[in-house]
């Protein structure tokens, strides 16, 4: 029986490999660990339009919660549609914010986050990569995406995350959920139903992120299926991109199967 499962585990798995593949370029399954859940923000090398950007998520994500940068601050949780000016970093919005030298690097350092070369992207990304490894070292591993088992980091207080900012954030935010974790339920005999923890994700997402879109407030409402979630709706929009990746299957399938 168990054999069966693996057997069909494996075929989805193939299949769900070739959707990946065709369905979508700029899914990061392929990724390297260093640039999983990178983001080229502007791909210019001329002057004028200040040169390439990369974000990392991997750097920001291990000092700030998600929740601090895609809800106070804005950001979107789609690739290319912040809309970010010039104006709107130096006026202290945006990657502004903390970019004033006192949070962080000041907005003024242009040469920073900016290349305008070809040599200096060559350069940036070198020395991120450096960086990278070293921080991935004293970090807890998984197998894919970064491959830095963030959930555990987090836990066991690796990482602390910043999730407000003084003046911007709402004073007063005390994230109530159930602790029960909430069974979804696949369409397939035989495949593992999905244990959606609410608690888990709430230290990382607040509620903003998930609610009223892309899921519906009342449970078994939001109709999703794998291919979407591959194609990045729903859970992939984190779960792909950012969060660990589609291929851990038995990370979101893990209710054991009667069979
Ligand atoms: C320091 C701020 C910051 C933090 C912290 C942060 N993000 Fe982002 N995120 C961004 C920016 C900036 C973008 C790019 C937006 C744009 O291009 O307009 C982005 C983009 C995304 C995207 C779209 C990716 C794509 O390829 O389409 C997702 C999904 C996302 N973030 C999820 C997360 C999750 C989940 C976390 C926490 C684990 C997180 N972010 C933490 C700033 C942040
Ligand atoms: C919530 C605060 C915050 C926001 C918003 C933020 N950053 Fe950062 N960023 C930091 C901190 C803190 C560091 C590390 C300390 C330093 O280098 O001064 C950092 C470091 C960086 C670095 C150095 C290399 C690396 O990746 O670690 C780059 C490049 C960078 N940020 C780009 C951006 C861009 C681009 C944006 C906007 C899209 C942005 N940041 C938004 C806080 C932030
Ligand atoms: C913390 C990282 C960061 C720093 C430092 C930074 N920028 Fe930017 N800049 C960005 C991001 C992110 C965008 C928006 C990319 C996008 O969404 O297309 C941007 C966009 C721009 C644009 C194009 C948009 C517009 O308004 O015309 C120009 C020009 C620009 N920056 C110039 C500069 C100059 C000049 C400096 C130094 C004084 C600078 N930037 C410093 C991150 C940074
Ligand atoms: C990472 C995404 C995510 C985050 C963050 C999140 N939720 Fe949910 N929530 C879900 C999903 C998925 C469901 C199930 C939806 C379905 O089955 O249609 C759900 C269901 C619910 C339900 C319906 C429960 C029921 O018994 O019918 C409530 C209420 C809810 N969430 C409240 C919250 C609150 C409050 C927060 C913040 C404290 C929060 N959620 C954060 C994803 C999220
Ligand atoms: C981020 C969590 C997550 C990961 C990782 C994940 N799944 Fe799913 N899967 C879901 C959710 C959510 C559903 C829909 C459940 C519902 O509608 O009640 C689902 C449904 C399915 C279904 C049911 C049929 C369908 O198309 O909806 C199959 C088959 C499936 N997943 C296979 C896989 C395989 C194989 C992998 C690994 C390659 C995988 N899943 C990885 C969350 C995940
Ligand atoms: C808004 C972004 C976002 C969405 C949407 C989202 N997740 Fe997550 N999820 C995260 C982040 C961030 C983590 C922390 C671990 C990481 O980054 O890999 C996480 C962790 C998890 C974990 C690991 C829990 C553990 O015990 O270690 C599971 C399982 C999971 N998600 C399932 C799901 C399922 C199923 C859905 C859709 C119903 C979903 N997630 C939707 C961001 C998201």
């Given amino acids: 029986m168990k054999i069966r499962f693996l057997f069909l585990l494996a075929t989805l798995l193939l299949t769900s490999f070739f ?13 390297k660990s260093y640039q999983y859940g990178n983001i080229i923000m502007r791909d210019s090398a001329s002057v004028d339009s200040g040169g390439t950007v990369v974000f990392r998520h991997w750097s920001h994500r291990s000092k700030y919660s998600c929740r601090l ?14 809309g970010i000016t010039e ?6 919005r945006f990657c502004g914010t903390c970019h004033n030298g006192k949070e962080a690097f000041t907005i003024k350092l242009c040469a920073k986050c900016h290349a305008q070369d070809e040599k200096q992207l060559q350069e940036i990304l070198k020395a991120d990569k450096k960086a990278f490894f070293a921080f991935q070292k004293t970090m807890p591993r998984s197998s894919y995406g970064n491959k830095i088992d963030w959930m555990k980091a987090e836990q066991d207080g690796l990482i602390q995350l910043k999730d407000k900012l003084p003046g911007i954030s709402p004073v007063q935010m005390n994230f109530v959920t159930n602790q029960r974790n909430e069974p979804l339920e ?6 593992p139903g999905i244990i959606f923890s609410h608690q888990k994700h709430v ?37 792909g991109t950012v969060a660990f990746q589609i291929n851990d299957c038995a990370l979101c399938h893990s209710k054991p199967v009667s069979l």
């Fill in 19 to 31: 959707v990946t593949v065709s369905l979508q370029e700029s899914f990061a399954q392929s990724a």
């Fill in 69 to 82: 940068c895609h809800v106070d601050l804005e950001f979107s949780q789609i690739a290319g549609d912040s």
């Fill in 87 to 92: 104006d709107d970093n130096q006026s202290g």
């Fill in 186 to 191: 696949p369409q397939l005999s035989g495949l």
């Fill in 203 to 239: 230290a990382w997402n607040g509620c903003g992120m998930c609610h009223p879109e892309p899921f519906k407030l009342v449970n078994g409402t939001t109709e999703m299926n794998m291919q979407e979630i591959i194609a990045g709706q729903y859970c992939g929009r984190c779960h």
